[in-house]
């Protein structure tokens, strides 16, 4: 996995590439919670247009990620949302639970 943060004036996007697992869960959780908590009242956008799989273990941070941004009143949203990775939040439903852009430019 590899993270790679893009600040600009109104948002951060967090891309990310590679496999959310058990593998790297915690290295995610952690990088997650530092953006949304450096926020500043941007928006958050989490690029998953580079991610080949997720697991349940990668799925924990996104759902720590929405919970804590919805209580620190940050817009977070997800991108890129496709193949293994839009099949595993179908499947558990949480893509009811997120906000879906299109692009990280809407």
């Known amino acids: 996995m590899n993270i790679r943060v893009e600040s600009l004036d109104d948002k951060v996007i967090i891309h990310v590439s590679g496999d959310l697992t058990l593998v790297n869960s915690t290295e995610f959780r ?5 953006q949304i ?3 500043g ?4 956008v989490l690029d998953l247009s580079e991610v080949r799989q997720i697991d349940s273990a990668g799925l924990g941070p996104l759902v720590a990620g ?7 009143g940050v817009d977070f949203s997800l991108t ?3 193949g293994k990775v839009k099949d595993v939040l179908e499947f ?15």
């Open 66 to 72: 929405l919970k804590q941004s919805r209580d620190k």
């Open 37 to 39: 908590a450096a926020s």
């Open 92 to 106: 558990t439903r949480l893509i009811k639970a997120f906000e879906i852009r299109p692009s990280v430019d809407q």
């Open 80 to 82: 890129g949302v496709k």
């Open 41 to 44: 009242g941007k928006k958050l």
């Open 30 to 34: 952690k990088e997650l919670e530092s």
